[in-house]
């Protein structure tokens, strides 16, 4: 089965600062799908990123980007500009190629400092 | 926003009672999931349905069953209710985007078993 790891359960960072959330797993296939999603306080699971394992470029979203190694089975997240909104939960996951499930890592919650 | 509701929002109920929480979508996505989430173990997969009638275990299924009569519809049953399942629970939808079958998530269930 697979496993997804987030060793990082707190981090914090000061405001227009720049922060990254690591995360490993482990899998015996090529080809899957990597994700990280945020949950404020609201509770709201929210898709911030996604990474195709067959893409070697790592995948951006505005200050939202992501160090994908494959060999090395690591997928961390990088924050650019951080803003207070941005303090939340943010959670690591797995998905296999067919698409059935989601294996989450057990979260970083990220506080960001004014 | 995915049109993903749950309800009801938050429950309190007593040990030994059946329990029922409805996920409702209006995506027409073929996929729906239940999840639950507790403390230092993000999110984890009960169930899940690729299509009407069509349901699977996930990781944590024991004590829970679910139904599907309708692509919009997806019921998580607790048939007698125990502390332990005493969760956050979310519901999922996904179906086939541009590169993988992402998932959106409603915005959960507050599950408290006195």
């Known amino acids: 089965a697979q496993t997804v790891t987030q060793s990082q359960p707190e981090m914090s960072v000061q405001e227009a600062e720049t922060v990254t959330l690591s995360c490993t797993y482990d899998t015996s296939e090529s080809d899957y799908y990597l994700f990280w999603y945020k949950q404020p306080p609201s509770r709201q699971m929210i898709l911030v990123i996604r990474q195709e394992a067959y893409k070697q470029q790592n995948a951006t979203e505005n200050r939202f980007s992501v160090n994908f190694q494959k060999a090395a089975k690591s997928f961390s997240l990088k924050i650019s500009d951080s803003q207070l909104g941005d303090a939340a939960m943010y959670f690591c996951a797995y998905q296999d190629n067919a698409g059935n499930m989601l294996t989450f890592g057990g979260g970083t919650r990220l506080m960001v400092k004014p | 926003d995915a049109g993903i509701t749950q309800s009801p929002r938050h429950k309190v109920t007593e040990t030994g009672t059946p329990v029922t929480l409805r996920c409702h979508q209006t995506?027409?996505?073929?996929?729906m999931y239940w999840y639950r989430q507790d403390p230092g173990h993000g999110l984890r997969l009960i169930h899940y349905?690729?299509?009407?009638?069509?349901?699977d275990k996930g990781e944590v299924s024991d004590g829970y069953s679910v139904s599907r009569s309708k692509t919009e519809d997806f019921l998580l049953t607790l048939e007698s209710a125990t502390s332990s399942q005493t969760s956050v629970y979310f519901c999922?939808?996904?179906?086939?985007?541009?590169?993988?079958?992402?998932?959106?998530f409603g915005p959960g269930t507050r599950l408290t078993v006195t």
């Open positions: 999922a939808i996904s179906d086939l985007g541009t590169f993988s079958y992402e998932q959106y």
């Open positions: 995506e027409n996505h073929r996929y």
């Open positions: 349905s690729y299509g009407v009638k069509d349901t």
